[in-house]
Structure formats: C-alpha cells, structure tokens
C-alpha cells in the first residue's frame, strides 16, 4: 500500500477512484492514455478534487504501478493514498475501502476512472440523494431495443426494456453499509459487477440519477475520441443565438 499524504482532511463524504483494470478490450492501457491533455485518469481525480461535497478520495490501482499512480496522483491534495486493487472489482473496492478506514467517512462516492467525463456537479447531484435515499448512482433509462443470443451471435428472444437502467458511476453509499454488503456477498461467493448490485443483493433499493452529462465509459479507442470532443465542446464559449451576436 501507498503511504498517506500530510494533509488528509477529516469529513463525511469521500471518493474510491477504482482504476486497477486491465483494459483488455482496449488493447492498451487507457487509464494513462492521454485525453486533452493529461493522462485519462486525472481527468476523474481533478472532478473529485473540485467537488465541494468531497473531504478526501483514495485511488485503488494495479499492485505492481503504486509508484506509477502515486506520481499522477500528486498534484491533486485531496487524495490521501493509493492502495493496491484486488483480482476482482469488489475486491478492489473492499481494499480502497479498508485503506479509508482511519478515520471512515460517513459515505462514500466509488467511481471507475473509465469514465473521465465525470464532473464535480454530478459527484454533487449522486451524493445528494445518497443523503436522502440512503444510497444512489448515476444511470440512465435503456432507451436501446435489448435482444438475448444463444450465447453467440444469433439473436433468440426480445428482451423489454420497461423499468431497465444503464448503471454509471459514481455510486455512492454509506461506508458501513457497503463494506457489510460486499464482505457479505465475498464470504458466500456471490459475483457482483458494481456496488449497486452489491446493495441490490443485501437488500437495499438505490436511487438511481438520472442526467444530462455525457458520463460514458471508455472501452475501445473510438470512446477516446468522444470524450475529447466531450470536453472540447464543454471548454468552448457558449455560441451566440442568431441575432444576438
């Protein structure tokens, strides 16, 4: 594990940046890939670094690139270590959540530092009605027609997409709440894919958020071309309404 920083700060709201993928289907490490500038996964530290609603954050990465992290992680004061992932996303998680353990936060905002196009307004948003709702995560409504295969490429049955909900990230619950749950679900040998479903199998019903921002994750190297022009239309002066020049 990483050595803290000096300056930890103390508060009931923290972020578990989780970048200890491998990025296979990418074909090249996308977590460093430069994106506009910096490296993808700053992108996320600096989102998590403006929020107002944040105390501090931890970066879980790959146990052989600590050192690696440490030095993209510098500029950004608000996070405290960064701590070695595990073989599975839960594990990685648990090991962030351990490494925040002293002193915990009350809540705690888990995002994927695939999705660079986080902002502090949404961190905000999710954490709001994690507040409210007891947990939350960003997610949009399918709007996709869903068709299953027989396991390969032929397509056999009409699956609806009524009540269905792409999941995002952050996802944001109570620290205690959710360690229970993932420790709970890895003692019985249970597969969990995120946090919320984590949640979902322990009994909870969180609040999914729905918005406006672009929020995808990248995954192949054509993502990395719509986030850069994500951002650069985001950077760009609003343009003048005809007549108004």
Known sequence: MGTPKKNDREGDAAGLIVAAGSSRRMGFDKITAPLCGRPLLQWSLAAFEDCPAIAFAVLVCA????????????PFNKVRRVVAGGR?????????????????PAIVAVHDAARPLITSGLISLVLEAARRDGSAVAAEPVSDTLHRSDGGE????????SDLWAMQTPQVAGFAGLVAALESLRRSGTPVTDEISALIAFGKCPRAVSHGDP?????YP?????????????DRPAEPLPGQA
């Open 154 to 161: 032929n397509l056999v049955a009409t699956v609806s997409r």
């Open 222 to 234: 054509r993502d990395l071309e719509l986030a850069a022009a994500v951002i650069a239309r985001r």
């Open 215 to 219: 929020n995808f994750k990248v995954t």
């Open 88 to 104: 599975e996303r839960a594990d990685s998680v648990l090991n962030g959540l351990v490494a925040m353990n002293d002193p915990a």
């Open 63 to 74: 146990s052989d690139r600590i050192e690696e992290f440490e030095a993209l992680a510098a």
